[in-house]
């Protein structure tokens, strides 16, 4: 009897349970009040400490010859990462050739060198066997084009710029196949244009005009070519300068006339010069060369400064940006705030091709 009433007062409880989770669960309900989203934090991030591995390539040629009808070439990766498979493009004289003008170039390593070639380009012109006569006639403009017996022949890796490469710009190499154009400006220097400060001095002169000299003399070793002495005026700060270019004349009895280059390709001019030994007392002087265009501007392109008596330096300006521009060649020396024995001679002095 007793567990009788405790079950019976067990099931009563659970029905009681049961009606008021019932009654609860109809009965209306007030929402809570809403919370604003917080928006997510973005996840940050640490940049590494130091750069990824890898690196990039970068292709250069550093030969190009020609070995019988065939055009041969150098190219080398000078970067830190394998070169993909690539092309190699050949220009003659700035034009592409219609057949032949693209070689294959297979993956390269970083520091690898392989030597190719253009199988399918035969060389269509002589090697040239000698310089030929420097004429051309003037263009109205006045200047000339000069007639070379050279062909300007440049080989370009990563011809179609497919590689992402450490330096864009140092693709292609130019060489010159044939004879290259030498242009002695100490022999022509009496048909020069002279002038200083006070205007034309046709008058060679001597080292004891006041006014300026500019004449040849024999060079040291008694050689064909003369040397050039240019004396600026005796007067602080005085200057006398040449302007050079390609001097002709109309007919036989005319004077002779001054029309400008048009430079051709791996142009420089190269230049001995220093005082003379009896230069003595001197305080110095400033060589230049510059060049002027068909406006009569000049642009001085490099300068020395020659101080003592007997000792002479080489020159050499790279004149090749200047490809296909047309310009006079000037050369000047300048006076100290004395112009006392400044006898400045030039040993050489001329523009010409060079491989380099």
Not at 45 to 57: D, I, Q, V
Not at 176 to 188: A, C, E, I, K, P
Not at 205 to 217: C, K, L, N, Y
Not at 278 to 303: I, P
Request: hydrophobic share 40%; charged share 20%; glycine share 8%.
């Amino acid at each position: 009897m007793k567990h009788f009433r405790l079950y019976s007062f067990l099931a009563l409880f659970v029905v009681l349970t049961l009606a008021l989770t019932s009654a609860c669960s109809t009965a209306p309900t007030t929402p809570a009040p809403s919370t604003p989203a917080v928006p997510s934090t973005p996840p940050v991030t640490t940049a590494p400490l130091t750069a990824p591995a890898g690196g990039t390539s970068d292709l250069v040629i550093t030969k190009v010859w020609l070995e019988g009808l065939m055009i041969k070439y150098s190219v080398k990766n000078i970067g830190t990462a394998d070169s993909p498979q690539t092309e190699a493009y050949i220009y003659v004289n700035d034009l592409m050739p219609t057949m032949g003008g693209s070689s294959f170039v297979d993956v390269l390593k970083p520091g690898e060198e392989r030597t190719l070639e253009f199988s399918n380009y035969e060389w269509p012109y002589d090697r040239g066997s000698g310089l030929q006569e420097f004429s051309a006639n003037v263009n109205p403009a006045g200047y000339i084009e000069l007639r070379l017996q050279n062909n300007k022949l440049k080989v370009c890796a990563d011809a179609r710029s497919e590689v992402d490469e450490t330096i864009e710009t140092n693709n292609c190499k130019v060489t010159l196949v044939g004879m290259l154009w030498d242009y002695d400006l100490l022999r022509v220097s009496n048909l020069a244009t002279w002038r200083n400060n006070d205007g034309d001095i046709p008058d060679q002169g001597s080292e004891r005009s006041v006014t300026g000299a500019h004449f040849q003399i024999p060079n040291a070793d008694m050689e064909v070519t003369p040397q050039l002495e240019i004396i600026p005026p005796q007067v602080p700060g005085g200057w006398m300068q040449g302007t050079y270019g390609y001097f002709y004349s109309s007919d036989v009895n005319s004077s002779a006339k001054i029309a400008a280059l048009k430079f051709p390709a791996k142009l420089h001019f190269m230049a001995r010069v220093g005082l003379a030994n009896n230069a003595t007392g001197t305080d110095g002087v400033t060589v230049k060369v510059g060049l002027k265009d068909l406006n009569d501007t000049v642009t001085w392109l490099d300068s020395k400064k020659l101080t003592a008596p007997g000792a002479f330096e080489d020159w050499d300006v790279n004149l090749g940006n200047y490809e296909g521009q047309k310009y006079y060649i000037v050369l000047r020396v300048e006076a100290g705030p004395s112009a006392v024995n400044d006898f400045t001679i030039w040993n050489q002095a001329r523009l010409i091709q060079v491989n380099d």
